[in-house]
C-alpha cells in the first residue's frame, strides 16, 4: 500500500513527539520528588538542647564566641548547646545557646567558633562507644574528632583517635532541669504562665 504524500513523514515525527512529552514529564516528576525529599528532610530534623561532659577535664564544653573549651560548669550559660541532629540523626552541628556560633574544625584540626555553621567542617558525625561515651567525629576530615585536654583545651583532630579519654563526652540535660540520664524526647513543651497557676490555684 502506498501512502498518500506527507503521511509518511507524520508518522516519522511522531516519536519525536512522543520523546519531548517524556522528558517534560520526567522534568516535572523529579521537580515533585525534589521538593518531597527536602520536605521529608525538614521533618525528620530534630533540635535538642543539652550540656557535653568531658571525660577528661571533669567540666563541659563550652562555646564562648570562637574560642571553645571544655570548662563549663554544670548549668552555666554558655554550656547550653543546641544540636540540630540531620535527616537520620547521626549528623549533627552543635552552637552554642548563648553566642549562636557553631563548633567547627577547619583544615589544621583546630576547633573554633562560627557563626555560619552551614560548611560541612562544622558537621560532625555522633559515635556511641560501648562504654557509654559519645564520640564526635568531623564530617570532613575522616578520623579527626572534637576533643580535649585535662585543662579543657582543645586538641588538634589530627592528633586524636576513638580510643582516647580526651574524645569521650556524655550528653547531660543542665543541672536544675531534671535527672541527667533521663532519656531525651522529641515533644513540645507548653510552659503555663505565673498568671495562669495563679488564676487555677485560686
Given at each position: 500500500m502506498i501512502l498518500p504524500e506527507g503521511q509518511d513523514t507524520r508518522r516519522k515525527k511522531?516519536?519525536?513527539?512522543?520523546?519531548?512529552?517524556c522528558r517534560i514529564f520526567?522534568?516535572?516528576l523529579n521537580r515533585h520528588m525534589n521538593r518531597t525529599r527536602h520536605s521529608d528532610d525538614l521533618s525528620r530534623k530534630q533540635i535538642r538542647v543539652y550540656q557535653l561532659y568531658s571525660r577528661t577535664s571533669g567540666k563541659h564544653v563550652q562555646v564562648?564566641?570562637?574560642?571553645?573549651?571544655?570548662?563549663?560548669?554544670d548549668g552555666g550559660q554558655y554550656a547550653l548547646l543546641v544540636v540540630e541532629t540531620d535527616t537520620f540523626g547521626s549528623h549533627v552541628r552543635i552552637k552554642g545557646k548563648e553566642t549562636g556560633?557553631?563548633?567547627c574544625m577547619n583544615k589544621r584540626g583546630k576547633i573554633l567558633g562560627k557563626l555560619n555553621g552551614k560548611n560541612r567542617e562544622c558537621v560532625f558525625v555522633e559515635e556511641v562507644l560501648e562504654n557509654n561515651y559519645t564520640a564526635l567525629v568531623s564530617a570532613k576530615y575522616k578520623g579527626w574528632y572534637l576533643g580535649f585536654t585535662r585543662k579543657g583545651r582543645p586538641r588538634k583532630g589530627s592528633k586524636t583517635q576513638q580510643n582516647q579519654r580526651e574524645v569521650h563526652f556524655m550528653k547531660r540535660l543542665p543541672k536544675d532541669k531534671g535527672d541527667h540520664h533521663r532519656p531525651f524526647?522529641?515533644?513540645t513543651v507548653t510552659k503555663r504562665t505565673k498568671r495562669g497557676r495563679h488564676h487555677r490555684d485560686s
Open positions: 511522531f516519536p519525536s513527539l512522543f520523546q519531548l512529552c520526567n522534568i516535572h564562648l564566641g570562637q574560642r571553645i573549651s571544655a570548662n563549663g560548669e556560633h557553631y563548633i524526647k522529641y515533644t
